[in-house]
């Protein structure tokens, strides 16, 4: 079985300064690991991935997570917040094969303070 | 990766009917998923559905409650039936390319 843990349900950041947000995944097998945003009444958009290749892996609008194993983590992060940036980000975990089923965690809601 | 469109974007329905929700993909893709997002939470998986067979429901999910069609490989239809208040949430089609799922903008469902 796979999990997903993200920690607290909000994060408030003022523009320009850094965004975290964590995620701890729970996996058997080796993992694939995924953000994605969801913008105010929008569907899932891909923030990016990490599929077994590099561990550091960068994505749309600046973002970037780093797949640490020892720590089975997958944190998200942004040098720079923007007020675009205010959505809902999940982490998600799958594996290989084409049985496997991603698994969301709670998401965490980021608000960016002018 | 594919685009998804869904229909209807939202709806308003009463108390014991039922909802017919439409996923289009525009190219040929094997898997589809259905999945709900209740208010405030995460995403749950209710069925994958495969062109040809019967859809693969997740535990506590039901095909009578939840009916699914996928007639061919770009099209896939969701209903969800006898609808209560319970039933109010975002329904959202996703298929997979690759090792990657992409999702619809979803459905915005309130049942009064």
């Known amino acids: 079985a796979q999990s997903v843990t993200q920690l607290g349900s909000h994060v408030s950041v003022s523009e320009g300064a850094l965004v975290l947000l964590r995620c701890n995944y729970s996996?058997?097998?080796?993992?694939?690991l995924f953000w994605y945003v969801q913008y105010p009444n929008q569907g899932l958009q891909l923030l990016l991935k990490?599929?077994?290749?590099?561990?550091l892996v960068k994505g749309i609008n600046g973002f970037e997570a780093e797949f640490k194993k020892s720590e089975t983590s997958f944190h998200l992060t942004k040098p720079s917040a923007h007020m675009s940036d205010a959505a809902e980000y999940f982490c998600?975990?799958?594996?290989?094969?084409?049985?496997?089923?991603?698994?969301f965690g709670k998401g965490i809601t980021l608000s960016v303070r002018p | 990766s594919a685009v998804i469109s869904q229909k209807p974007s939202r709806d308003i329905c009463q108390r014991g009917t039922s909802l017919t929700i439409q996923c289009q993909v525009d190219?040929?893709?094997?898997?589809m998923f259905w999945y709900r997002q209740q208010p405030g939470q995460s995403l749950t998986l209710i069925a994958t559905?495969?062109?040809?067979?019967?859809?693969?429901?997740e535990s506590g999910f039901v095909i009578d409650k939840f009916p699914i069609s996928r007639p061919n490989l770009t099209f896939s239809t969701l209903t969800v039936s006898n609808m209560s208040p319970e039933d109010s949430s975002i329904y959202l089609c996703?298929?997979?390319?690759?090792?990657?799922?992409?999702f619809g903008p979803g459905t915005r469902l309130t049942v009064l």
């Open positions: 998600a975990v799958s594996s290989a094969g084409a049985n496997s089923k991603l698994t």
């Open positions: 996996s058997s097998v080796p993992p694939y």
């Open positions: 990490y599929t077994s290749a590099a561990t």
């Open positions: 190219s040929q893709v094997t898997m």
């Open positions: 559905a495969n062109q040809g067979s019967e859809a693969t429901y």
């Open positions: 996703s298929h997979r390319r690759g090792d990657t799922q992409y």
